[in-house]
T-cell receptor, first 115, second 114 residues
Framework: NAGVTQTPKFQVLKTGQSMTLQCAQD?????MYWYRQDPGMGLRLIYY???????DKGEVPNGYNVSRLNKREFSLRLESAAPSQTSVYFC??????????????FGPGTRLTVL | AQTVTQSQPEMSVQEAETVTLSCTYD???????LFWYKQPPSRQMILVIR??????QNATENRFSVNFQKAAKSFSLKISDSQLGDTAMYFC???????????FGQGTRLTINP
């Protein structure tokens, strides 16, 4: 199993450009998440999807859109990139199968720089 | 809203020493989970240890153990016999039971020196 995969690993954009970060998981997990990591601030939740066809805002959703394409894939789109969106982006997934524990499994991250 | 605070931005110890990383949190919930994640230079987030709030016994995983003080809302991580491979950022995180959102602390950068 590959676990959680993200593409690309690195990306440089100019202000105003758009791009989509891709995430896929092969663990048959129900829920998926997008986080951003900034120095000194830990990881903050951007959006999440409890199941195919549903999405909800997290702590810092402004400037982003998401699509839960199917159970495996959850994409994050920046419509008009801004320097404030320079960050490392992590995708994660979790079973959310009714068990008490809901451990999240993380992808390797995408380092995005907006000039 | 829940908050998680890690008051030690950086720590450094010698190989084979024991080190303790601090974490405090604020919540009105009675049932929840606490986690410690490790992020080595590769950037990969790796779950180190998990504690269920309803369990009084502190969780242990090999050289890693926690000191969970529910009344004080404190959740520290102890690494025994530290190894060079333990060098990483360590994040404390909180989750309500059956919830979907992890709330992370700011992280502690731990360096193990040879």
């Amino acid at each position: 199993n590959a676990g959680v995969t993200q593409t690309p690993k690195f990306q440089v954009l100019k202000t105003g450009q758009s791009m989509t970060l891709q995430c896929a998981q092969d663990m048959n997990h129900n829920s998926m998440y997008w986080y951003r990591q900034d120095p000194g601030m830990g990881l903050r939740l951007i959006y999440y999807s409890a199941s195919e066809g549903t999405t909800d805002k997290g702590e810092v959703p402004n400037g982003y859109n998401v699509s839960r394409l199917n159970k495996r894939e959850f994409s994050l789109r920046l419509e008009s990139a801004a320097p404030s969106q320079t960050s490392v982006y992590f995708c994660a997934s979790a079973p959310l199968d009714g068990s008490l524990s809901n451990e999240q499994f993380f992808g390797p991250g995408t380092r995005l720089t907006v000039l | 809203a829940q908050t998680v605070t890690q008051s030690q931005p950086e720590m450094s110890v010698q190989e084979a020493e024991t080190v303790t990383l601090s974490c405090t949190y604020d919540t009105s919930e009675n049932n929840y989970y606490l986690f410690w994640y490790k992020q080595p230079p590769s950037r990969q987030m790796i779950l180190v240890i998990r504690q269920e709030a309803y369990k009084q016994q502190n969780a242990t995983e090999n050289r890693f153990s926690v000191n969970f003080q529910k009344a004080a809302k404190s959740f520290s991580l102890k690494i025994s016999d530290s190894q060079l491979g333990d060098t990483a950022m360590y994040f404390c995180a909180f989750m309500k039971v059956r919830a979907q959102k992890l709330v992370f602390g700011q992280g502690t950068r731990l360096t193990i020196n040879p």
